[in-house]
Structure formats: structure tokens, C-alpha cells
């Protein structure tokens, strides 16, 4: 075990323990933001530098501080080690600049995006955009191309983390999409337009950090915020079986995996929850389930700062 | 005109095949090497030769090849990043187009000092001409014995291939070279592990520049020590710099590390001065990616000492007066050339050329290359300076390659150097659209 010290909190950690695991075992505002990294999906992480920090000590060895500032998903701890993340002005500083990148080309579409309550883009801007944009170029868009009939693809929304690739690459037995073109004109794409259907693809639209890929199964539906989330199982051959289905009365309107409150997957018994297609897109009847009961959603997003019990303190946040 | 260890014989006819190249003194330092001395005596030379990489960054090549881990079973490659798109650099075509068989030459000398069994040079896409080049010189060398199974007889195998890349400047930073090497979509890699490590197919490899392994040569023939008394300080050897832009005689020179940048522009050896009796108006001493120096700080530092061509005075000021070395691809404006119609064509190349996996260099390669069409269309506005500025800083150093550096680098020395004739364009925007600005006035901190 080796002792690192984020934001002047100590904490013990297994050599090999990346700074953002090590921040997330400490917990609350200490961890950094993180919309790439994935920490059921090995390989993922370190493109889109949401989760820079400053590492005011290397290590109790070496304790001079890096000169540039590290991506803490992908960097391991050393023992001795001192990071700061919101405690540094120059991580608060490139970081804000990192989310200005993002939203630079991002449509801002949120009054008719499904992913609107879930978005971590949206989080992340509450967090730490700027209130104007500096943009005064066009906005790049994508001609929309079809992925099959349960998961819509709306390019322009993508920030380009490689998630879903990850996904269909590790989960499935067939990879058919991918990042096709490169720097602005990047994009994620079949290459001959072809139906990305497999029994767990639709981890996809779990694993998005944003509304670019979506259950065609919900879509404009109604919003996540009226929806009663009920955690639910049923006897499945292909995954676990256990859900969160989300109901308006007693109807299901959609079905997804367990997520924790970084937004990914929990596990359920001893590995990562995946749902398969069936459970997430066809089984949308009450008798199909045993609900066993409600499902705490942690309230750290963006959706619990528009509290209707104080306009006015929201409506200061948002001048 | 000084020594000429690489481009010696580049002008002998038939230099490009076997017979000729062997005639002119050609693999002596693979025999020397395979039948004379160890591994580490080739690794100890390249050391005591204090060559640095010649791709840009100026790295010691023979620390580089220390680093590699040495696991047993585990097969080592050594690849030469002949990767060459960095625009204002075309030092390896000369070399690889003229003399093929010292590439070779080098790359089994340094394959034996790193105990790879297999190497590859990957070379650029639009090179498909050289590809044939190569191919042709390397089945030369598999036909006298210098390639395939124990090769003079030292019990040393060595097999090498030439793998075309498929066009993008991307592909030139190793880690994405490696990985485009395997197959795959050429983004760079998280680093750590460093390819010394965890490069190849997952096994230590190194990567190198076509000239750096060219360079290990003359380093084996004449001994590291005698190729270390070339050049000034740390920057040893001779280096080969393509020169282009506005010069009497622009192409590619072979010279000795040291000699100042006053006679390298103006000597009757090398550019013979600005063409058409035109004066110097600004210089990129080492390929696009380095920030660009005004008239007044090429041939003199700020503290007003001669300029050299040495990693160590050009980079002299640091990025406030200075500049890099980089890869030597030296590039000359006259007093003719509009710098922001220049910034907005390399930040225009940099956006095209971004991999797109990081989201500063995605986002803001293209944010700046929109910006600066503005400006240089005459729909520019003041703050659009400030923003750039502002933009660049955002980039540097927040990537997860050198890519974003690159095209931060130049943005920034344009507009630190080069302000009054950006504001120019926005002041001034019909007359802008007409002719260019001219000559800059010197600073009177500076003068």
C-alpha cells in the first residue's frame, strides 16, 4: 500500500492505482471530472483532459512537481505523492478551457435532448463553463447516418471519448462502427451504413457521456426527472438480469443498467452489470420484471440546481 | 564548406546501387561492427558521439538506446520513423532518394547494437517512389549476405522491411507510428509505458529518425570521439538542413553543427542570400512546428551575439527571442510575405493533420484555423489577437502528443513577433486585402 495526498486529503491506495480511483476512493469534490475514462472498460481514458490535475510532488523519492499537468485517469500514484485538484488555480483554469473545447461545436440542443438530467457535458458545464462563448464560427454539424432501430446516433452532439468503440469492442463479438476521419471532422461512423446490432450494443447508450447515442425505444418520451426509477431483475440467460426500470405509473418507459454516481455500471455479482439488448429494449411490461423497489439516483447533477423551492438563488446562478 | 559525412558521395553516379555505394567505402561499418566489436562497444560509441535525434526533439540517441528494456525472450524491433510530412523538411528524401544503402547501412549497425532481429522503416505515404527505392537497395543487400540469416558470418540475423504509411503527419510521432504500423488507426498512444518498454506489438522498441540512424555510420567508421569533435558544445556531428522559402539556392545542405546562420543564408556555400536582391523578413529555422523569428533575432540572439546553428543558440532566449532547431527544415520569408496569410496556412495544415483524439488539439487546432482565415480575409477583429493567444496557451501542454505543442508553437511566435502587422489586418482591412505589410521595425529594447 503507498500513501498519496489529494486536495490535503491522505489516502492509502494499492501501487498501480491511477490518481482518479485513488481521488474517487476519497470521494465527494475531490475527484475529478471524467468523461472519457471508463473504469469498467480497460484501455478507455486520457483523450478528453477533463480530469487534468497538478502533482505538486512526484513522490517522496522524487518530490519535484511535474511541470505539466497530468491526466489523473491514466496516471499512477507514486508513494509520497501530493495532487491537487481543486485546490489548484491552474487546474481550475485548463480545465475550464478543456470544457470550452467541448462546447465550442457542441449544438446545446439540451431542450429536445434526451439525455438532458443525465448529461455529464452538462454537469461538467454548470461546473466549470463560462457563461458566454467566445465561438463565433459556424458550428460543425454531421450528416445523420442510421445505426439500426434501437440506438439513434446524433453525431453532433459526440465529444469524441471512444466509450462505445470500447464497448463494442470488449462486449461484443463484432465490432462494425468506429472513428472514422480525423481532428474536427472525426467522427463515429459505420463505414458502409450498416445496422450496429448485437446482444449488448445497446451498452452503448449507457456508457455515452452525452446524448449522441440514445434508446430509440424512449425517445422523446418524457424526461428523466418525471420518470420513477425502480430497481427491477428478472431471469435473463444472456446478462444479469438486473436493471433499473424507469416507470410512469405503471408503465415502463425504458430500461437501463445500475449506474453508480460516476455514471458507470455497478457490479453485479462480482462483475460488471452489461444488460443485454432483450432486458433494455423489449421487455417494456410490468410482468417481465420483479420489481424489488425504488433505486436511489445520487442528486449531484445538473437537474437537482434547478430546484423549483428557490427560484431565485438558481436564477443568481445561472446571471 | 565543412565536412560532409552523410552526403559525401551523393553526387557519384550510381551511387544507389550495391556495387557503386560498396566501392565508395559503403558497409564498411558493418563489417567493422559485427566482426570487431559488441553491442554495447556500438551503444558505448553512439554515447561518446553525443548525437542527438535528429527528427526534432534533439534527444540523445544513444541515452534513447539505453533505455530499452532488454527482457529475455522477448523479440526487440527498431524502426526508423521515415515519417517525414513536417512542412519545410525534406532532409530524409534527399538522403533516402540518393543514397538508399546508408539508411541500410545504419539500420543493421544500429539493429546489432539493440539486438533487434527485425526492423522497419516506415516510410510516408506520398514517398511511394523512394518505397522502390528502398525495396530495391534492401534485396541488393539480402543478395550479398548484409541482410537475412548470419550475416557475414557473425551469427547476427537481421531482416528488414519498408512498410508505406498512409498520409498523415500524425503518424510521424511514434507512438502513432507504432500503432499504425500494427494496423490500426494512427493515434498516439497514452504514454507511459514508453515504446522502450511496451512499444511493438507490446515488445521494447525504438524509434528513430531516418538521419539519426544514417548519422550511426560515420560514428562506427571513424569512432564516437572523432565524430564529437565536429560541431560546438552539445549539438555535435553535422546535420543536414533543407532550406527553402526565398533564397538564391534553397535545397538540402549537409552542414557542420556551429557554423553561424549569417553564412549559412549568405554564404557563397550554402543559400547564397534572399532571392532577388529582396531583404530577410522573418526565418522558421527548424520545420513549421517552431516558433517563427523576425529579421532582428535570425542572425543575432537578443543579447546581440552571432547566431549559431546549434540546438543551443537557436533555441537561445528561450520562446521569448528564440527559437529550435527541431528537424532543420529552414524556411525564409522576404520582406514580400504576408506572416498572417503564413500562421493561418501551418495552423491550416495542423487542423487537417489532428488525429482528433484529445479534445484541445481537436477542437482547438480548428478553432484557431477558423480564426485566423478571418483575420487574414480581412473579417477580423482586435480581440480576435487575444483570443488566439489565449487559445494557444489552452493547448500547449494539455495534449496527450506533441501534435497540440506544434500547433500552438507557431501561432503564438507569430503573434508575440508579429503584432502590429496582425492589427494592421484588422485596422487596415481593404488596403491588407491588397498588398502585404513589408518589413517590421525592430523593437528599441532589442536595437
Known amino acids: ?319 | 564548406m565543412g565536412r560532409r559525412l552523410l552526403l559525401e558521395h551523393d553526387n557519384v553516379a550510381g551511387i544507389e546501387t550495391f556495387d557503386v555505394y560498396r566501392k565508395n567505402g559503403g558497409y564498411r561499418s558493418v563489417e567493422k561492427a559485427l566482426k570487431s566489436m559488441s553491442p554495447e562497444l556500438v551503444l558505448e560509441e553512439v554515447q561518446k558521439s553525443g548525437l542527438r535525434g535528429r527528427g526534432g526533439a534533439g534527444f540523445p540517441t544513444g541515452m534513447k538506446w539505453s533505455f530499452l528494456a532488454k527482457p529475455e525472450g522477448v523479440p526487440r524491433y527498431l524502426l526508423c520513423n521515415a515519417d517525414e510530412s513536417e512542412p519545410g523538411t525534406f532532409k530524409d528524401r534527399y538522403l533516402m532518394e540518393k543514397i538508399p544503402h546508408l539508411l541500410i547501412e545504419g539500420m543493421i549497425v544500429s539493429s546489432f547494437a539493440l539486438g533487434a532481429n527485425q526492423s522497419y522503416i516506415y516510410i510516408r505515404g506520398e514517398y511511394m517512389w523512394i518505397l522502390d527505392i528502398l525495396e530495391k537497395a534492401i534485396a541488393e543487400a539480402y543478395d550479398k549476405g548484409f541482410l537475412g540469416k548470419n550475416i557475414l558470418g557473425s551469427g547476427f540475423d537481421h531482416d528488414l522491411s519498408v512498410a508505406p504509411g498512409g498520409g498523415a503527419y500524425i503518424c510521424g510521432e511514434e507512438t502513432a507510428l507504432i500503432e499504425s504500423l500494427e494496423g490500426k488507426r494512427g493515434n498516439p498512444r497514452m504514454k507511459p509505458p514508453f515504446p522502450a518498454v511496451k512499444g511493438l506489438y507490446g515488445c521494447p522498441t525504438v524509434v528513430n529518425n531516418v538521419e539519426s540512424i544514417a548519422a550511426v555510420v560515420p560514428i562506427i567508421n571513424d569512432g564516437g570521439e572523432e565524430y564529437a569533435k565536429i560541431g560546438l558544445g552539445k549539438s555535435t556531428g553535422t546535420k543536414l538542413i533543407s532550406a527553402c522559402g526565398n533564397l538564391v539556392r534553397p535545397g538540402v545542405y549537409e552542414i557542420e553543427m556551429g557554423i553561424t546562420v549569417e553564412e549559412f543564408i549568405y554564404g557563397d556555400d550554402y543559400c547564397r542570400g534572399i532571392a532577388n536582391g529582396k531583404k530577410l523578413k522573418a526565418c522558421v529555422p527548424g520545420g513549421s512546428s517552431v516558433p517563427i523569428l523576425p529579421h532582428y533575432l535570425v542572425t543575432k540572439t537578443a543579447a546581440g551575439e552571432d547566431r549559431l546553428m546549434t540546438y543551443e543558440s537557436l533555441a537561445d532566449g528561450g520562446f521569448a527571442s528564440g527559437s529550435m532547431l527541431g528537424s532543420g527544415g529552414f524556411i525564409v520569408f522576404d520582406e514580400d510575405q504576408c506572416i498572417v496569410r503564413n500562421t493561418w496556412n501551418f495552423a491550416r495544415f495542423y487542423a487537417h493533420e489532428s488525429c482528433g483524439q484529445c479534445s484541445p488539439c481537436r477542437e482547438g487546432t480548428g478553432w484557431m484555423e477558423k480564426v485566423l482565415h478571418r483575420l487574414e480575409h480581412g473579417q477580423g477583429n482586435l480581440r480576435d489577437i487575444d483570443l488566439l493567444a489565449e487559445i494557444n496557451k489552452k493547448i500547449e501542454g494539455n495534449t496527450i502528443c506533441p501534435l497540440g505543442d506544434a500547433a500552438a508553437w507557431p501561432v503564438a511566435a507569430a503573434i508575440r513577433h508579429f503584432r502590429d502587422e496582425f492589427e494592421w489586418h484588422v485596422n487596415e482591412r481593404e488596403e491588407s486585402q491588397k498588398r502585404n505589410y513589408g518589413l517590421i521595425r525592430e523593437p528599441q529594447s532589442i536595437a
Open chain 1, 1 to 319: 500500500m503507498i500513501k498519496v495526498t489529494i486536495d490535503d486529503v491522505e489516502v492509502e491506495v494499492a501501487e498501480g492505482t491511477t490518481i482518479l480511483n485513488a481521488a474517487r476512493m476519497i470521494g465527494g469534490d475531490v475527484v475529478p471530472p471524467a468523461m472519457c475514462y471508463y473504469s469498467k472498460l480497460p484501455d478507455t481514458g486520457g483523450k478528453c483532459r477533463t480530469c487534468l490535475v497538478e502533482v505538486a510532488a512526484g513522490s517522496t523519492k522524487d518530490p519535484r512537481p511535474m511541470p505539466k499537468l497530468v491526466v489523473s485517469c491514466s496516471t499512477p500514484v507514486q508513494d509520497g505523492m501530493v495532487v491537487k485538484n481543486k485546490t489548484s488555480e491552474r487546474v481550475h483554469e485548463n480545465r475550464g478551457a478543456v470544457v470550452e473545447f467541448l462546447l465550442i461545436n457542441h449544438p446545446l440542443d439540451c431542450p429536445v435532448c434526451d439525455q438532458v438530467g443525465e448529461c455529464h457535458l452538462q454537469d461538467l458545464g454548470f461546473e466549470h463553463g463560462a457563461e458566454k462563448t467566445r465561438y463565433e464560427e459556424e458550428r460543425r454539424t454531421f450528416d445523420p447516418i442510421d445505426i439500426g432501430n434501437k440506438i439513434k446516433l446524433h453525431m453532433n452532439r459526440c465529444i469524441l471519448c471512444y466509450r462505445c468503440v470500447a464497448v463494442a469492442n470488449q462486449l461484443t463479438d463484432k465490432r462494425v462502427h468506429g472513428v472514422l476521419h480525423r481532428g474536427e471532422h472525426a467522427e463515429i461512423s459505420t463505414y458502409i451504413e450498416s445496422a450496429v446490432e448485437n446482444d449488448f450494443s445497446g451498452n452503448m447508450i449507457d456508457v455515452c457521456p452525452v446524448g449522441a447515442l440514445t434508446d430509440k425505444t424512449f425517445r422523446f418520451k418524457s424526461r428523466v426527472w418525471f420518470l420513477k426509477p425502480m430497481e427491477a431483475e428478472c431471469e435473463c440467460t444472456k446478462c444479469s438480469g438486473k436493471v433499473v426500470v424507469w416507470q410512469f405509473g405503471n408503465e415502463i418507459y425504458r430500461v437501463t443498467a445500475r449506474k453508480d454516481r460516476y455514471g458507470e455500471v455497478e457490479d453485479q455479482d462480482g462483475k460488471a452489470g452489461w444488460i443485454c439488448n432483450d432486458c433494455r429494449f423489449d421487455k417494456k411490461d410490468l410482468s417481465d420484471w420483479n420489481i424489488i423497489g425504488p433505486r436511489t439516483i445520487d442528486r449531484h447533477s445538473v437537474i437537482s440546481q434547478g430546484n423549483y423551492e428557490s427560484p431565485r438563488t438558481s436564477i443568481k446562478k445561472v446571471k
